[in-house]
């Protein structure tokens, strides 16, 4: 699909890094390195702005290298992009390791999914479909 977008940041736009990726990898676009502290988490510019059809959103998600080698994650994961949303793409990054991380610009720090999505009409009723599961949950299957 063509996605719409204004590039303020230093960098290229987002690649695929291989032809069958999902996942577009987003840059830190930053003046100077942030340090995150264990624990401490920081909202990260990307300087890029998007334009994306009714009917879609755009998912941030974690890169799983940086959260195994680093333990940095995205703290609102999967982060979500709304099509009416104009203002910069920005990435919430948490260090949940127990040394310092030092982000720096350029470095590729999340990955964004494009994705349909359905939006729900309400139907209000008294009572659902009855199912093998039922109301069982939370680990309730395979247990006597
Ligand atoms: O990781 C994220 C998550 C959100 N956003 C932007 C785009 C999104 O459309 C908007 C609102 O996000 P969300 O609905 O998750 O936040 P909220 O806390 O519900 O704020 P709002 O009241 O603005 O919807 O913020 C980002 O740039 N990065
Ligand atoms: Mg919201």
Do not use: C
Request: charged share 25%.
């Amino acid at each position: 699909m063509q996605l719409k977008v204004i590039n303020e940041s230093r960098h290229p736009l987002p690649a695929y890094q291989t032809s069958l990726s999902a996942g577009l990898d987003l840059r830190a676009n930053l003046d100077a390195a942030v340090s995150l502290k264990p624990l401490q988490r920081a909202l990260i510019p990307t300087g890029l702005f998007i334009e994306l059809p009714e009917g879609f959103e755009a998912q941030i998600r974690p890169r799983s290298g940086l959260a195994y080698k680093h333990g940095v994650t995205v703290l609102n994961s999967p982060g979500t992009i709304d099509a009416d949303y104009r203002g910069e793409i920005k990435v919430l990054l948490v260090n949940l390791s127990e040394e310092e991380f030092l982000i720096e610009d350029g470095e590729r720090i999340a990955q964004m999914v494009v994705a349909k999505h359905e939006t729900v009409n309400w139907l209000e009723t008294a009572q659902l479909s009855e199912t093998e599961r039922g109301a069982g949950g939370y680990g309730s299957t395979g247990k006597k």
